[in-house]
């Protein structure tokens, strides 16, 4: 059950990432480091001397076809909250966003320095100059209702298809870790999955988000987290504490 792209972790996967990346031939693969976030740090390489040997980061397969919308990228924020790994215990919210880039892809090898084109972090195309998608949404988002919509409509997909396997996806992620997660019943989680859907409607995870940004920003972020602030504080039910 792959759920990620071909993935190496370096610097201790330095050699067979080497060999892969060689063998691909000039397919793009993106390199993200650890612990940074909002996008930062992240850029696509197509050659072997391209790999970093120093630091802690992993080299992923790039995701050559990707669905698009109108001609951009774009990637689904959804929020997954666990209150329980062993057993586990996850309510996938049924709100999220898709996160558009906003300049049009022109394939996996066009501007591969241009993160307007390739990335879809919110924080990053907030610097963009020209934002061409933003007739979908504020600041480069949409509302995932929407996101499907356009899906649907556009390319004929069948959405409770589509959201069977990110579902899936999620609980397969989590298995994945359950194991090495100590039991605490006092403890829950908000997660922030990011994930992109190619052109043969598969999904795939980019990355999981511990503690996503919960500013609101815009109107489709308050239409998105206060609720989901909310329905959080009703399933968790904290005991009223009074200092």
Not at 61 to 71: E, F, K, N, Q, V
Not at 156 to 168: A, C, G, V, Y
Request: some cysteine.
């Amino acid at each position: 059950f792959r759920i990620i792209p071909e993935t190496y972790a370096l610097p201790e996967q330095f050699d067979i990432c080497h060999a892969a990346v060689t063998m691909s031939h000039s397919a793009p693969w993106i390199v993200k480091p650890n612990r940074l976030s909002r996008g930062r740090g992240i850029y696509i390489i197509n050659h072997p001397s391209m790999i970093p040997d120093s630091g802690n980061v992993i080299v992923s397969r790039y995701i050559a076809s990707p669905l698009l919308i109108d001609g951009f990228k774009f990637d689904l924020r959804l929020y997954v909250l666990v209150t329980s790994f062993q057993p586990l215990e996850v309510f996938l919210y049924q709100k999220g966003f898709a996160r558009l880039a906003s300049q049009r892809y022109q394939g996996p090898n066009t501007e591969l320095d241009n993160p307007f084109v390739h990335l879809t972090n919110t924080s990053i195309q907030r610097k963009s100059g020209e934002n061409h998608s933003s007739h979908f949404g504020e600041q480069g988002k949409m509302t995932l209702e929407d996101c499907l919509d356009y899906l649907e409509n556009t390319y004929k997909i069948d959405i409770p298809n589509l959201m069977k396997k990110i579902r899936e996806l999620v609980l397969a992620s989590l298995v994945s870790v359950n194991h090495a997660i100590a039991p605490n019943r006092n403890c829950f989680e908000v997660f922030g999955f990011d994930v992109l859907v190619d052109q043969h409607f598969r999904p795939w995870l980019m990355e999981i988000n511990s503690s996503p940004s919960l500013n609101v920003s815009s109107s489709i972020d308050k239409k998105v987290k206060v609720s989901l602030i909310r329905d959080v504080l009703r399933i968790v039910d904290p005991i009223p504490y009074d200092r």
